[in-house]
């Protein structure tokens, strides 16, 4: 009996630390674990959002020039026919090409195939001396606003002081966004607005 005593508190004793381990240490471990796992999600979204913020830093960099990318789209091809301001352009480039004389016949905007412009048909009149004619057809092409020249047609006319000149037929075609393009449409595009075909003529003369 004496010996078993000393071995029986020696178990007791052991079962006690098995106690204290149990309840005290491993409920503390765990917990440690947790914490651990939360840290590396942390950094994981750390990372993440380190990321984000390079991508948005480059595009408050780049605005300014996408900015000044869409303000250009937005003149090349306008949310809204604009035929006043097709008129002004054609104008300005009959005048500064020295052209005799110039005529825009605008058709009735159309729908185009994809659905995500208007097409705009023009018929454009212009008469002069040879290098007028081609700085006029340059200017045309170069214009502010993209066109798309589909046939030119040449012929001889009488010229001022009984030169001869040249008078050219050019049918081209300009663009909208607005995909209900046409009167009843400003700006932009409307819903069940009807739109009546345009049967107007613009003439403009230059001095030679």
Do not use: C, F, M, W
């Given at each position: 009996m004496n010996r078993r005593g000393p071995l029986v508190a020696a178990l007791v004793?052991?079962?006690?630390?098995?106690?204290?381990?149990?309840?005290l240490i491993l409920?503390?471990?765990?917990?440690?674990?947790s914490k651990q796992e939360q840290?590396?999600?942390?950094?994981?979204?750390?990372?993440?959002?380190?990321?984000?913020?390079?991508?948005l830093q480059a595009d408050a960099?780049?605005?300014?020039?996408?900015?000044?990318?869409?303000?250009?789209?937005?003149?090349?091809?306008?949310?809204?026919?604009?035929?006043?301001?097709?008129?002004?352009?054609?104008?300005?480039?009959?005048?500064q090409s020295g052209v005799d004389f110039m005529t825009l016949s605008p058709g009735q905007?159309?729908?185009?195939?994809?659905?995500?412009?208007?097409?705009?048909?023009?018929?454009?009149?212009?008469?002069?001396?040879?290098f007028a004619v081609d700085q006029f057809l340059y200017r045309l092409e170069t214009l502010p606003r993209v066109s798309r020249v589909g046939s030119v047609t040449v012929s001889a006319a009488s010229g001022t002081g009984g030169v001869t000149a040249l008078q050219v037929s050019v049918a081209t075609t300009f663009y909208t966004t607005d995909t209900s393009a046409g009167p009843g449409s400003v700006p932009g595009p409307t819903q069940?607005?009807?739109?009546?075909?345009?049967?107007?003529?613009?003439?403009?003369?230059?001095?030679?």
């Open positions: 004793g052991v079962g006690l630390v098995i106690v204290t381990v149990a309840g409920p503390k471990a765990a917990a440690v674990r840290v590396v999600q942390a950094q994981k979204q750390e990372t993440t959002l380190a990321v984000q913020l390079q991508q960099k780049h605005a300014g020039v996408d900015n000044r990318r869409l303000a250009q789209l937005g003149s090349q091809i306008p949310p809204t026919a604009d035929l006043p301001g097709l008129i002004r352009l054609l104008n300005s480039a009959a005048d905007p159309t729908l185009a195939p994809d659905g995500k412009l208007s097409i705009i048909p023009a018929q454009i009149l212009v008469s002069g001396q040879y069940g607005t009807s739109i009546v075909p345009s049967t107007s003529t613009t003439s403009t003369s230059s001095g030679a």
